[in-house]
């Protein structure tokens, strides 16, 4: 049967503490506090807090930037851990289909009424339930529809918190009846002091330009930058966790090999031999995207080309992307992103 948002398992709101588990999970902040880098939201969420009137709520931003740590904080300051697992109802549309099902559950959870437990907990306890609708941008435009209605029919006894990606993908009448949180990327300190902490609990021998360029590599998005860390941890042992695993593990290209693919390029223009970088590169087995983001990267910095050149060649590398979205061979994508940089440094 096709359901239109799915429950995330529960464990994953109070996890057992002796299990080993991915970091991630394991380091996902617990209190409002321990939020990197976002102050502003965390700011006005926690004003929001001590008001106790929790108006519906729209976070957006990247992926990996704590929407879904900070909905999570939120409600274990409100209800108290225990509490918190009967007084949020966590969805995700995963499936395009059923409002109707998204009304049931809603109507089910909202129905059974909360009592007013302020005097008897340590907690604020609010009187009312969170519902949270993560991947809300994933919603049909019609289902986004049937959902103010919704929204508007239980919101004596809820608050709704939509998480999305894309905020231009929320329907405006729906938007507008959210407060609107905005998620940045984490800059590079951000994510390097939250990766030195992770590292000294689980004595990861490292160095911090190591560290530092982990943080480059995951632009802005702390899950990845934790997973790659964990993945180099596991693979280094005891040992010193280098530059290279990172590089390897997130699959990034090495300058060399970027380098001789854009200097045949400009220097060779015989097609067979052109053919040839291209195969050596891609039989290294990294993917297309990769490749493109890195040239991308290469030919900014190379002083010669000039600036039109450079506009030339950006305006391809965006033509490609798109062709790569779409499914393209990748092989073949490379290769035209070759000849275009052979053809505009003639
Ligand atoms: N601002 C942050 N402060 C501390 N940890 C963070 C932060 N952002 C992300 N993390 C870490 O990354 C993991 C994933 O974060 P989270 O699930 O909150 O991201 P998200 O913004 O909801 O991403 P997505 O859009 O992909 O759902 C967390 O478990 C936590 O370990
Ligand atoms: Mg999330």
């Known amino acids: ?77 409100l209800y108290g851990p225990k509490l918190m697992k009967t007084r949020i109802l966590e969805l995700n549309a995963s499936d395009e289909r059923g409002i109707q099902v998204i009304r049931d559950k809603v109507k089910n959870f909202a129905r059974t009424a909360v009592s007013n437990r302020r005097e008897t907990s340590d ?49 405006e009448p729906l938007a507008s009846r959210c407060a609107k ?35 480059k590599l995951s632009e802005g998005d702390l899950r990845k930058a934790i997973m790659y860390l964990q993945s180099a941890s596991k693979l280094h042992k005891k040992e010193m966790i280098t530059s290279e695993s990172i590089r390897e593990i ?23 031999q052109l053919e040839e970088a291209v195969t050596k590169v891609m ?12 040239v991308q990267d290469r030919i900014l910095d190379d002083f010669q080309f000039n600036e039109a050149q450079k506009a030339r060649i950006g305006e391809f590398i965006g033509q490609f992307d798109k062709y790569l979205a779409d499914g393209t061979d990748e092989h073949l994508v490379i290769l035209n992103l070759i000849k275009v940089i052979s053809d505009t440094s003639e």
């Not at 394991?26 to 939020?35: A, E, G, N, T, V």
């Open 1 to 77: 049967m096709n359901t239109f948002f799915q429950a995330r398992p529960s464990s994953s709101v109070n996890v057992h503490e002796e299990i080993p588990q991915p970091w991630i999970e394991k380091y996902r902040p617990k209190s409002m506090d321990s939020i990197s880098a976002q102050e502003q939201t965390v700011a006005v969420l926690k004003k929001t807090i001590e008001s106790q009137n929790l108006p519906h709520m729209l976070f957006y931003g990247p992926p990996g930037t704590g929407k879904t740590s900070t909905i999570l904080a939120l409600a274990r300051e």
């Open 123 to 171: 907690y604020p306890c609010p009187p009312y339930k969170i519902v949270i609708l993560d991947e809300a941008d994933l919603m049909t435009q019609d289902a986004q529809s049937a959902l103010r209605r919704v929204i508007e029919t239980y919101s004596k006894v809820t608050r709704f918190c939509l998480i999305c990606n894309y905020v231009t993908r929320i329907i």
């Open 181 to 215: 949180f905005r998620f940045k990327p984490l800059d590079i300190s951000n994510t390097t002091s939250r990766l030195k902490m992770i590292c000294e609990q689980e004595a990861v021998n490292y160095n911090p330009q190591t560290l530092e360029e982990l943080a």
């Open 250 to 272: 997130a699959g990034v290209v090495s300058d060399d090999l970027i380098d001789s693919l854009v200097e045949s390029a400009k220097s060779n223009k015989d097609g067979t």
């Open 283 to 294: 039989d290294s087995g990294f993917s297309a995207i990769q490749i493109l983001s890195q």
